[in-house]
C-alpha cells in the first residue's frame, strides 16, 4: 500500500488539498448562499447619514490603512507606483452647451395659463459683448394679463430668476385691408395681388373667383406675402385666370378677432 506523507515546509511536484473535493464543494454553496442572501436584503438597505468626516470613520474599519486624516474622506483611492489610472469627469450640463455656455431662459405666462419657456443665446439676444439683450420671442399673447422672467444659465449652474415684470395685453383687431390690385381689364391672366398691410395683422385670407368659379382660397402670413414689417404685401396667384369678368377680396386676423372684409376689386381679364 502507498501512503502521501505531506511534511509543511518541504517542497513537492504536486499540492495535496488541505480538505477533500466534496467539502470545498459545500462550503463554496454556503458562500453563494449567503452572498444571495446579502444581496437580498441589500434592496431596502439606505446609506446613513452623516458627516464626510464620519463616512470616512466608517470605511477606515473596512481597510485600517486609510489615513483618517485625508482632505477627501469621502473619495479613498489607493494607488500602486507601478499602475496605470484613468478618471473620467462627465459634465454635468450636458456636452451640447458651448463654452463658456451662457444661455438665458425666458419665461412667459399668459392670462394665469402654463408658462413658456425660450432660451436664447448671447449673441442671439444681442449682448454678446455686454449691453442690454433684445429678443422678439416667436408666441403670440391674448388680451389680458401676462407676465415674464429671466434666469442665466451657464455650465457651472444657474442663478436665481429675474423679478417678474407684469404686463397688459390689449391688442385691437386689424384694420381693414386695403386692395391695390388687380383692378379693371388686366394686361395678364396671372397677376399679382397686392394690397395694403393691416395694423396687428397676424394671417390674412384671401379669395379670388374667375369666370369659373373659385381659383385662390388661402390663408397666409404677413412674412408669406412680404409685408411683416407693413407696407404693401404681394401675393403671385399661381394660377391662369378664365377669361371674363373675376372679383377678389382680403380679409385680416389676429388673436384679437377679424378685420371687416375688404371692399371687393372687380376685374375682367380679356
Keep these: 500500500m502507498t501512503r502521501l506523507v505531506n511534511i509543511d515546509g518541504m517542497p513537492g511536484k504536486r499540492t495535496a488539498p488541505d480538505i477533500s473535493d466534496h467539502e470545498r464543494t459545500r462550503m463554496m ?76 431662459r425666458l419665461s412667459i405666462r399668459n392670462n394665469g395659463g402654463a408658462r413658456t419657456y425660450l432660451w436664447f443665446t448671447p449673441a442671439a439676444a444681442g449682448c454678446n ?64 395681388l397686392r394690397w395694403n398691410a393691416s395694423n396687428d395683422a397676424t394671417l390674412y385670407y384671401v379669395r379670388l373667383f374667375d369666370s369659373s368659379g373659385q381659383r385662390i382660397d388661402k390663408w397666409l402670413s404677413p412674412s408669406q406675402v412680404g409685408c411683416a414689417t407693413g407696407g404693401v404685401c404681394t401675393l403671385n396667384a399661381g394660377v391662369t385666370l378664365s377669361g371674363g369678368g373675376g372679383s377678389w377680396q382680403v380679409i385680416a386676423w389676429n388673436p384679437s378677432g377679424y378685420s371687416p372684409w375688404s371692399a371687393t376689386m372687380f376685374f375682367t381679364v380679356p
Excluded at 464620519?54 to 486624516?69: F, Y
Excluded at 494607488?79 to 484613468?86: L, N, Q, T
Excluded at 401676462?146 to 386689424?174: D, F, H, I, K, R
Aim: charged share 20%; hydrophobic share 35%; with cysteine.
Design 29 to 104: 454553496s454556503n458562500e453563494l448562499t449567503n452572498w444571495l442572501d446579502h444581496r437580498q436584503r441589500s434592496i431596502d438597505s439606505q446609506r446613513k447619514p452623516g458627516t464626510l468626516e464620519e463616512l470616512a470613520q466608517r470605511r477606515a474599519t473596512m481597510n485600517p490603512r486609510l489615513p483618517i486624516g485625508s482632505n477627501d474622506p469621502s473619495l479613498r483611492f489607493e494607488a500602486k507606483e507601478d499602475g496605470e489610472y484613468r478618471l473620467l469627469v462627465r459634465d454635468l450640463y450636458g456636452s451640447a452647451r458651448r463654452d463658456p455656455a451662457e444661455v438665458y
Design 129 to 192: 459683448a455686454g449691453g442690454d439683450c433684445i429678443v422678439t420671442p416667436q408666441i403670440t399673447l391674448t388680451n389680458g394679463t401676462a407676465e415674464w422672467q429671466v434666469q442665466a444659465w451657464t455650465n457651472n449652474g444657474y442663478g436665481a430668476w429675474s423679478s417678474p415684470v407684469a404686463l397688459t395685453v390689449n391688442v385691437a383687431a386689424p384694420s381693414t385691408p386695403v386692395l391695390v390690385s388687380p383692378n379693371g381689364t388686366l394686361g395678364t391672366a396671372a397677376p399679382q
